[in-house]
Each structure stands twice: as structure tokens, then as C-alpha cells.
């Protein structure tokens, strides 16, 4: 077995809080018999919501990622599951929604209409996510004189981890607005979040490439280093390679 087999489990395994069944589970995964193929199918083919249009399985680079956490219990017996809809995928309108940032102020996706918007969501937990930050950081400050905002929204994480967080980290990241769901660790079901009942997120770190016109342009699932899938995203919505300060 080849060290890349175990490197996104030593990654999520940094960030997660230890037991020994979690442990077995994951080195169990860890262990079981790998795809063929450079790509990996990370979700079924899905039923889209009400009045939206249908998606298809698909496919992404065999990356890091991090299931998302179920933070909330699973229904009683005879409640109705929640249903969680399919990844939403590129041509379709980008759901608006508001989340909070440090200080606690409501930001608005809709609030960056005209822009060139890599909505990010991560958690402080997830080791993919963390490491994906720096390159995150570097495109946000590179285009953000051509109209290319990141929004970091935290998803399956507390608010007080996520503004520790910010605090001990945002001078590194100070081109990218940090946001966390309001509704993580409070009434809402997992398929209640942003990240879920909206963009139908199974694993973080995911990014939604958002054009100017409000339409997803990309959805990259997972981050590696040297992962150059976001700027070839961007470069498709007329955003230039040269450095913009």
C-alpha cells in the first residue's frame, strides 16, 4: 500500500477528535481496495429539488476530501428523514443565502452580484480544507483587482471554533471573507445547513465557482497541493493569469 493511500486519512485524522471505533472505521477505509481509474465517484445520481432540473452522477479527481459530520441525531422512529438534495452542479442559478462573519454582521451571497464568486465551504476540522487555505488566500489576493471574491463559508463546525479560529489565523488569509452558517450547533438538522439543503454538499473542502451573471461555473470537490483546478475555473470566466494587486 502506497503512502498517497493514507495521506487524506492522516490529514482528517489531525483534525478529528480521537476514539478507538473511529479510529478502526477510518483505517478500515483506509484499507479497502481503491478505484480504478484517475477519477473517483463521490456521489449517487440524484432527484433534483422541486422545480429544479435533474442531476447526474459525476465524477471528480481522486482528492483529499472530508465527509461532511451529521452534528444532529437522527430522527425518532416514524419522523420523516430530511432530504438532502444532489450536488448542484455548473448552469444552475447559485442559491442565495446569508451567513455571519466575525464580527457577526450578515453577509449575503446575493451582496456580490457582479463579481466573480469562489464560495468555499470548509470547516476548522477538516485537513483538506486547512491545507487548501494558503492557495485559497494566494488566488483571492492575485484576482481580486478583476472582481474575484472568496467566500470561506464554515459549514459542520461550532461558531466559537470557527472564531477562534479566524482570530489566530486571519492575518494570514486577510483577503478572504470568513463566514460561518448561522445555523450550525443550533435547532437545524444536517440537511438544514447552507452547505446542504441549498448546494447539496457531501464532502468538504467543496467550491462553487460563481460567475458574474449568478450562475455556478465550476464545482472543484477536494483539494491536493498543486491543485490548479480553481484557476483553470477562473480563467474560463475571463479572469486573466497576470497578477492583479
Given at each position: 500500500?502506497?503512502?498517497?493511500?493514507w495521506?487524506?486519512?492522516?490529514?482528517?485524522?489531525?483534525?478529528l477528535?480521537?476514539?478507538p471505533?473511529l479510529a478502526?472505521e477510518?483505517?478500515?477505509?483506509?484499507?479497502?481496495?481503491?478505484?480504478?481509474?484517475?477519477v473517483q465517484?463521490?456521489?449517487?445520481?440524484?432527484?433534483?429539488?422541486?422545480?429544479g432540473p435533474?442531476?447526474?452522477?459525476?465524477?471528480?479527481?481522486a482528492?483529499?476530501?472530508?465527509?461532511?459530520?451529521?452534528?444532529?441525531?437522527?430522527?425518532?422512529?416514524?419522523?420523516?428523514?430530511?432530504?438532502?438534495i444532489?450536488?448542484?452542479?455548473?448552469g444552475?442559478?447559485?442559491?442565495?443565502?446569508?451567513?455571519?462573519?466575525?464580527?457577526?454582521?450578515?453577509?449575503?451571497?446575493?451582496?456580490f452580484?457582479?463579481?466573480?464568486?469562489?464560495?468555499?465551504?470548509?470547516?476548522?476540522?477538516?485537513?483538506?480544507?486547512r491545507?487548501?487555505?494558503?492557495?485559497?488566500?494566494?488566488?483571492?489576493?492575485?484576482?481580486?483587482?478583476?472582481?474575484?471574491?472568496?467566500?470561506?463559508?464554515c459549514?459542520?463546525?461550532?461558531?466559537?471554533?470557527?472564531?477562534?479560529?479566524?482570530?489566530?489565523?486571519?492575518?494570514k488569509y486577510?483577503?478572504v471573507?470568513?463566514?460561518?452558517?448561522?445555523?450550525?450547533?443550533?435547532?437545524?438538522?444536517?440537511?438544514?445547513?447552507?452547505?446542504?439543503k441549498?448546494?447539496?454538499?457531501?464532502?468538504?473542502?467543496?467550491?462553487?465557482?460563481?460567475?458574474?451573471?449568478?450562475?455556478?461555473?465550476?464545482v472543484i470537490v477536494?483539494?491536493?497541493?498543486?491543485?490548479e483546478?480553481l484557476?483553470?475555473?477562473l480563467?474560463?470566466?475571463?479572469?486573466?493569469?497576470?497578477?492583479?494587486?
Open positions: 500500500m502506497t503512502l498517497s493511500r495521506f487524506p486519512l492522516i490529514l482528517s485524522l489531525a483534525f477528535p480521537w476514539s471505533a478502526r477510518q483505517t478500515e477505509k483506509a484499507a479497502a481496495p481503491a478505484q480504478s481509474g484517475p465517484q463521490i456521489e449517487p445520481a440524484g432527484k433534483a429539488a422541486a422545480g435533474s442531476r447526474q452522477a459525476r465524477t471528480v479527481p482528492v483529499p476530501v472530508v465527509p461532511m459530520r451529521t452534528i444532529q441525531p437522527a430522527p425518532s422512529a416514524g419522523a420523516a428523514a430530511p432530504e438532502v444532489a450536488t448542484l452542479e455548473a444552475v442559478a447559485a442559491p442565495d443565502f446569508v451567513s455571519k462573519d466575525l464580527a457577526g454582521k450578515e453577509i449575503k451571497l446575493s451582496s452580484q457582479g463579481k466573480v464568486v469562489v464560495l468555499d465551504f470548509w470547516a476548522t476540522w477538516c485537513g483538506p480544507c491545507a487548501s487555505l494558503p492557495h485559497t488566500q494566494e488566488v483571492a489576493h492575485r484576482f481580486k483587482s478583476q472582481g474575484v471574491v472568496v467566500l470561506a463559508a459549514t459542520s463546525d461550532a461558531r466559537a471554533r470557527f472564531e477562534e479560529f479566524v482570530k489566530q489565523n486571519q492575518a486577510p483577503d471573507v470568513f463566514t460561518c452558517d448561522p445555523n450550525e450547533r443550533g435547532s437545524a438538522t444536517y440537511a438544514e445547513r447552507a452547505s446542504s441549498l448546494y447539496g454538499v457531501r464532502g468538504i473542502p467543496t467550491q462553487f465557482v460563481i460567475g458574474r451573471d449568478g450562475k455556478i461555473a465550476a477536494g483539494y491536493s497541493q498543486g491543485d483546478r484557476e483553470e475555473a480563467s474560463k470566466l475571463g479572469v486573466k493569469a497576470e497578477s492583479g494587486q
